[in-house]
């Protein structure tokens, strides 16, 4: 039985942002989903991963972007769960949360322009969402992301790991050479902890939008090997 291949949105975007990716993997007959994150918390997002998980027959890989490698990291322990793909994700340990791994960004290099939160939620400044965020997708493309932000609830930030799944599950790392949100520097260093199988691309942290091929070829490789 082939894997089913589950798609976890990160921050201040929602699913609609995987279609090229459920396209790619769809036309080679892999089952897809897409979970639809609230990102309010990581206790809720992890609960809503793991209801999708469990409406799967078989096993699975669990696929996180951005932030949504923290709900994998957590959710990721569900028995289904083969494998595990980050795409220029966090990557927390047990007790970790994005705001840990957050304070470890090099403060010489590029900042994510996280605006003050405002009634607890957070969003990128729309002005530089394009070269911060996407910079390798059209001006247009950027813009719509940009003006249909979701809200980031602090506690989606704030809420720790109880349970690394990289611990105990295979994982790859798609390392994103030009990401301006997630420094390539702190992308190795995570990739290295978890002890991922690594991928580098050039690309913007919008990966999976702009070069959907690239993602789905490595989450190919992730079903590969857990099904043969």
Do not use: C
Not at 19 to 42: C, F, H, M, P
Not at 180 to 190: A, F, G, L
């Amino acid at each position: 039985m082939s894997a089913t291949v589950v798609l976890v949105h990160g921050g201040f975007v929602d699913g609609s942002g995987w279609r090229g990716v459920y396209d790619e993997l769809r036309a080679d007959g892999i089952d897809v989903r897409v979970v639809q994150n609230a990102t309010k918390s990581l206790v809720d997002d992890a609960a809503t991963t793991r209801d999708v998980v469990d409406a799967v027959d078989g096993p699975v890989v669990l696929v996180g972007h951005s932030y949504g490698g923290a709900v994998i990291t957590e959710a990721g322990n569900h028995e289904k769960v083969a494998a595990l793909v980050y795409i220029a994700a966090f990557a927390p340990d047990q007790g970790e949360s994005v705001n840990t791994l957050l304070g470890g960004f090099p403060q010489d290099g590029p900042q994510p322009p996280i605006l003050p939160p405002v009634n607890g939620y957070l969003f990128l400044d729309r002005a530089k969402f394009h070269e911060s965020f996407a910079a390798d997708t059209s001006p247009e493309d950027a813009a719509f992301q940009a003006d249909s932000q979701v809200p980031w609830g602090l506690d989606a930030l704030g809420d720790v790991v109880t349970e690394a799944a990289w611990r105990s599950k295979p994982s790859w790392y798609l390392h994103v050479g030009d990401d301006r949100m997630i420094p390539p520097v702190v992308q190795t260093s995570m990739a290295e902890r978890i002890g991922a199988t690594v991928v580098e691309t050039p690309g913007s942290h919008s990966i999976f939008v702009s070069q959907p091929k690239v993602v789905a070829d490595l989450i190919r490789n992730a079903v590969t090997a857990v099904t043969e």
